[in-house]
């Protein structure tokens, strides 16, 4: 597999999401960009950025810490459709969303 989402968890744990070519085909960059900025929306999560600026980067992070560590494993529909819209919004065949360190 070409694609695929990593996601350390705060407490350490890892899971890692192969992500077929088909699924990220379906997406067009902007609409999987427009699709995490209305999740964020959807789950009430605020900017953490003081300035105002919120940054795709920020909005992924937070939607992922969103999710409850039940949602990994066996990974859940919803899970399963940001990890898609956020690999191919970030234009990477890999992503690694580390919440430990809060970083892509």
Do not use: Y
Request: proline residues 7%; glycine residues 6%.
């Amino acid at each position: 597999m070409d694609h695929e989402v990593s996601v350390v968890l705060k407490n350490g744990e890892r899971f890692s999401f192969p992500i077929a070519a088909g699924e990220l085909a379906a997406i067009e960059p902007a609409a999987a960009r427009h699709w995490i900025g209305e999740e964020f929306v959807r789950a009430g999560l605020e900017n953490p950025n003081p300035m105002g600026k919120m940054l795709l980067v920020d909005q992924i992070l937070l939607l992922a810490a969103h999710f409850k560590a039940g949602d990994f494993h066996p990974v859940t529909p919803e899970l399963r459709r940001f990890m898609v819209n956020a690999l191919k919004a970030m234009a990477r065949p890999t992503l690694t969303i580390d919440l430990a360190s809060n970083t892509l």
